[in-house]
């Protein structure tokens, strides 16, 4: 489950972007502040995205920041941050971004529970109003919880 790899520490609220490598950087930072992930690991993702372009946007408004596990995976986790303002990442259909949940997965199958919940999680609308509305880390993961059906 995605709270299984979230915890409030991970997750940042009311983050100004200027662009989207530096909503990236800021994202991920969480996660290598907490040794889920090397420096290497950023680097990466933004090659990535430069590379093959803005891949990262999965959905309308949201990007999932990640890169192969080799880059600089340390621990499995997911961070979520809600920008200030939405940032232009260059996907035609998804723009602009405003949440980001980076990931570091050890392993290709390691994540795959995370992400289905993930993507449970990002077709419900509600989830989007109330991460919009929440006023602390704490209220994001007890919102993710909750939503998990794990309160």
């Known amino acids: 489950m995605l709270s299984d790899f979230l915890t409030e520490d991970l997750v940042q609220l ?8 530096d909503a990236i950087r800021k994202s991920v930072q969480p996660l290598v502040d907490n040794k889920k992930v090397t420096e290497g690991y950023v680097d990466d993702i933004i090659k990535g995205v430069n590379e093959l372009g803005p891949y990262i946007v999965i959905t309308e408004h949201v990007a999932l920041p990640h890169a192969r596990p080799e880059s600089g995976v340390l621990e499995p ?10 940032v232009e990442f260059g996907s035609k259909d998804n723009d602009p971004v405003k949440f980001l949940f980076p990931l570091a997965a050890k392993d290709s199958e390691g994540h795959l529970s995370a992400l289905q919940s993930l993507v449970e999680l ?21 919102l993710v919880h909750a939503k998990e059906g794990r309160l």
Do not use: H, R
């Open 122 to 142: 990002l077709s419900d609308p509600d989830f989007f109003a109330q991460l919009e509305k929440a006023q602390s880390p704490k209220d994001v993961v007890d």
């Open 14 to 21: 009311n983050i100004a972007a200027s662009s989207w490598e």
């Open 77 to 86: 986790a997911i961070g979520i941050t809600v920008l200030k303002d939405s």
